[in-house]
């Protein structure tokens, strides 16, 4: 049962458990470059400020614990943030409010409390790859949502922030427009909820007869 609850994907807090995320996982599917920003972002709030913990978190007093996760998880994004508009001022504008919402996903999820006990190495790894599987559900959504609903498929760079690696005709996807807007992100997490549900049980019935 432990070993269930602690699985990355599978566990009590994988992202299509929890749905803490779920803001996030609609805003920054509507463009795989802005995926791909949404992913970097979690990686590192997630990874150094599980880093920081791992290292200081003993000589955190227990009443400002949770204070000082939250500055850590804000400080990390911020320089994220500003890294990006230092290198390309446009997309830091069109992705400042995803970026917003990586501590928030960081601290909700409780990732720094669960590796509590764990070895520095084995808790930031741990803490990194579930940062990259939500970052990939994100992806996966993107990659559905802008062919479908912009008939494009993107990437961050140029001038303008986003490279286009191609644009389709508009009438072309017209049918399906709804994808790329906020309900046909809702649509998707829906039926990927339901999916994520039914394999779970699977998976729980299989690890229970082992």
Known sequence: MQRYQNHLFWGSYAPLSTLTSAGLLVMASSRTAFAFIALGVL???YGLTALVCCFAGPFFPKKGKNLIVVFLSALFSSLYLLVLTLTSPFLAIETALIIALAPVSCISSEVVDRVKGLA????VLRV??????????????????????????????????II?????????FSP?????????????????IALFRRFRSRYIHTEGNL
């Open 43 to 45: 990686v590192w709030v």
């Open 120 to 123: 520095p190495d084995e808790g």
């Open 128 to 161: 990194v790859f579930e940062a990259l599987t939500l970052g990939g559900l994100i992806l996966a959504l993107a990659l559905i949502r802008e062919p479908l609903g912009y008939g494009s498929l993107s990437l961050p760079g140029g001038l303008r922030g």
């Open 164 to 172: 286009e690696l191609f644009s389709g005709s508009g009438e072309l």
């Open 176 to 192: 399906v427009r709804i994808i790329s807007g906020s309900a046909g992100a809702l649509l998707l997490l829906g039926y990927g």
